[in-house]
């Protein structure tokens, strides 16, 4: 498959980089940074899984996961949008490698000390690391190439997420989920204290052992990154003041719908992931290992629609198929809630099917609306929108553990709603 028919093609400016000669090994090693933010991404549905039986949580104490998580997004995106900015794209993402990596080693120490607050933190700065590197490699990907064929370059490269996320399951099922004690919350409350502590920390060290993993192949990344040339696109120094780029973004309707937008997509999306294995156990039984079968599953369609969807793109406007998608996620909850565990199963499937040309087409339609001189800040909005992964999981939580895991359902049903408007208005902007 040519980069070329993605819009990956050569600059013509005298002195500035070709594809045939330094972009396409630059485009691959940023596309795969999107394949790592979702090993974290995905690992963390699965983490709270895996917390709720070690620790005995309740959905909402184990939603904190996500809180940690995607509010460090919301902390970290402009600081990044402003390292870039003053540096370059490469050095914002050795810096993002750098953190992601760190908060890796901290599952360490949180494991031997069995504290779930140190996890926590451990998380918080991980995903630093990856909201550096989010709102570095989305808009980097963007500059490789035209501006008018940008939304499908950026969909090609997060095809490398849902690998990401198929890794990041595979891990989780294999190296963590498969050594949890089948003791549950009544059994626990019964063990001995010597006796319990035994069986959590040999979980805990399941968890710790695989994110130390997932620290030293960043290491690698790290390191040939820092050996390779990659394309410069440093900005001018006539560029306007941060004050003057926010004040100009606010005013700029289509880029702050975008915001709104992907602040839902990035919650319902969230909500899906977190609930998938949670449900499946609810209605079929099964334990946590088997249930992730069904994530897994997800994560397949999310994968292969997403390549549809790019390859659709070459016929059909992003903002029409943005329509469609949004249209066939509001069923398939509705299908979650009112039909049969059978059929509600393979309806959160083919929910992720169509959550897979969310978040690029709602980035770059965004952006698509902004300056180029713009462009750093303005990717920063929209990477500290991921705070609604953090504010609107726990919604859903809560309803969870009053109302039932199928109720609970309504929260995304919400979100897609939210999200089906905005695209029926980006086709009219047109």
């Not at 500035?16 to 979702?38: A, E």
């Not at 009112?338 to 965004?366: D, E, H, Q, R």
């Not at 180029?372 to 969870?400: D, E, Y």
Request: aromatic fraction near 12%; proline fraction near 4%.
């Amino acid at each position: 498959m040519s980069l070329q028919m993605f819009g990956v093609l050569h600059l013509s400016c005298p002195g500035q980089y070709t594809m045939r000669k330094t972009f396409t090994l630059p485009f691959l090693l940023v596309s795969s940074l999107f394949m790592m933010w979702g090993v974290a991404n995905n690992m963390n549905d699965t983490l709270l899984a895996a917390f709720k039986r070690v620790m005995s949580m309740s959905d909402l104490q184990t939603s904190l996961v996500q809180f940690a998580f995607y509010g460090a997004y919301f902390c970290f995106a402009l600081p990044a949008a402003l390292f870039i900015r003053r540096y370059s794209y490469k050095s914002g993402i050795l810096l993002g490698l750098a953190l992601y990596a760190a908060g890796t080693m901290l599952f360490y120490p949180a494991g031997n000390m069995a504290s779930y607050g140190f996890f926590l933190f451990a998380i918080y700065v991980m995903a630093s690391g990856c909201a550096f590197l989010e709102t570095t490699a989305n808009p980097y990907v963007l500059a490789m190439g035209p501006r008018e064929t940008a939304t499908r370059r950026l969909n090609i490269a997060q095809t490398f997420n849902p690998l990401g996320a198929f890794l990041g399951i595979m891990l989780s099922r294999h190296f963590i989920l498969s050594e949890l004690n089948e003791a549950d919350a009544a059994e626990r409350m019964r063990m001995g204290a010597d006796a319990l502590r035994s069986i959590q920390q040999a979980e805990l060290d399941a968890v710790s052992g695989t994110y130390l993993i997932i620290g030293a192949i960043l290491a690698v990344i790290f390191v040939i990154i820092l050996a390779v040339r990659m394309p410069d696109h440093r900005d001018d120094s006539d560029l306007p003041s941060v004050g003057a780029t926010f004040r100009s973004l606010w005013r700029n309707v289509p880029y702050r719908s975008g915001v709104v937008a992907q602040f839902f997509y990035v919650g319902v999306q969230t909500c899906m992931w977190s609930f998938t294995i949670r449900f499946a156990m609810a209605g079929t039984g099964c334990r946590e290992s088997e249930a992730a079968m069904v994530f897994l599953w997800s994560i397949v369609a999310f994968t292969v629609f997403r390549f549809i969807f790019t390859w659709l793109m070459r016929y059909i406007r992003p903002e029409k198929l943005l329509v469609v998608a949004s249209a066939v996620a509001v069923i398939c909850v509705v299908m979650v809630m009112m039909c049969p565990v059978s059929v509600a199963v393979w309806a959160i499937v083919a929910t992720s099917a169509a959550m897979s040309l969310m978040f690029p087409t709602i980035y770059g339609i965004a952006l698509g609306n902004v300056e180029p001189s713009q462009t750093k800040v303005a990717a920063s909005g929209l990477i500290m929108a991921i705070l609604g992964g953090a504010l609107i999981t726990p919604v859903q939580a809560f309803i969870s553990d009053v109302a039932g895991i199928t109720a609970s359902f309504a929260v995304p049903l919400v979100c897609f709603v939210i999200i089906l408007i905005y695209a029926s208005k980006s086709v009219n902007q047109k």
